[in-house]
């Protein structure tokens, strides 16, 4: 997503968001059923907003 912090995306929503793989930089999960919806489109718009600026 390239955002400056790398721990941001697993300090915030890396246990809460369901089966993925949260880095530095990177969301990973093998199908949208495995991870919160609505915590994902969360952790994005976060990154969109974060890149802007």
């Known amino acids: 997503m390239g955002l400056e912090d790398k721990t941001y995306l697993a300090k915030t ?10 880095t530095g930089y990177c969301i990973k999960f093998k199908k949208l059923g495995d991870v919160d ?8 718009q976060y990154g969109v907003q974060a890149t802007k600026e």
């Open 37 to 44: 919806v609505d915590l994902l489109l969360e952790a994005i």
């Open 13 to 22: 929503y890396g246990k809460k968001l369901g089966k993925a793989t949260v």
